[in-house]
């Protein structure tokens, strides 16, 4: 039986578990996923050691980065984004091959494509986490200009408090990239002037759970289209699997 699985620190409650397993059982796949709860990164070569018949991973907070000197390969986006989220495991003789991916630029880049139009030539990346940066890769790939807002001074980045009305409507695109909103704390957004946006903005949450944040209600009062997070979930998925069966 194939083995997949999730490698991260705390794991708790995990999409990748659930969505497997259930792809294997309607599909009558015979393999299986687990978690992989692992207190440092340096316990992954026994990961691999002690399930020989591990084909493939994906890699969750806080091992996005640590992960890649464990590589003997990742992909040009992967390198370009400096994070791994899915590892393809290869067995070869005696010899095991572990190469890096990020299905996050994918799953997004899908998601927000048919949302855009002529109109939308630059964006607003609230965030500098590590899914802020596939986030710019996927719109900067997609011909997007981007900003990327924190709420402290850092380099090539602008503050909340210089979103103007002004700047939301020149960057009609804002994806929000920070855990603001996530249940528990559902009356929480960034601080946006929500007033400025019209028709024209799209705002899109990384978040999906609630369905619909409060960035996205207050969003949608001023007439904006926006869309949560679960699609470029579903979509990174498949695209874990595509690297590991290719």
Known sequence: MDKYG??????????SISFFNQKFADENIDAVYENFEIPSIDLLP??????????????TIPYK????????SISPEARAIGAVNVIRVEHKGTETILKGYN??????????????EKQHTKALILGTGGASKAVDYGLRSLGLETVFVSRYQRPDT???????????????????????????????????PYEALDSHNILYDLVYNPDETLFMK????????????????LLQAFASWEYWNR
């Open 103 to 116: 299905s996050d630029v994918i799953g997004f880049t899908k998601s927000i494509e048919g949302m855009l």
């Open 6 to 15: 999730l490698i991260g620190y705390p794991l708790g409650h995990s999409f």
């Open 218 to 233: 207050k969003g949608a009062l001023r007439g904006a289209r926006t869309k949560n997070g679960l699609e470029m979930l």
């Open 65 to 72: 980065q640590k992960v890649i000197s464990f590589l003997d």
């Open 46 to 59: 026994e990961i691999i050691a002690s399930n020989p018949d591990i084909k493939g991973l994906n890699v």
């Open 158 to 192: 602008i503050r909340y408090q210089d979103v103007t009305p002004e700047v939301v409507q020149e960057y009609k695109v804002i994806v929000n990239c920070t855990p603001s909103g996530m249940y528990p704390n559902t009356e929480e957004c960034p601080e946006l």
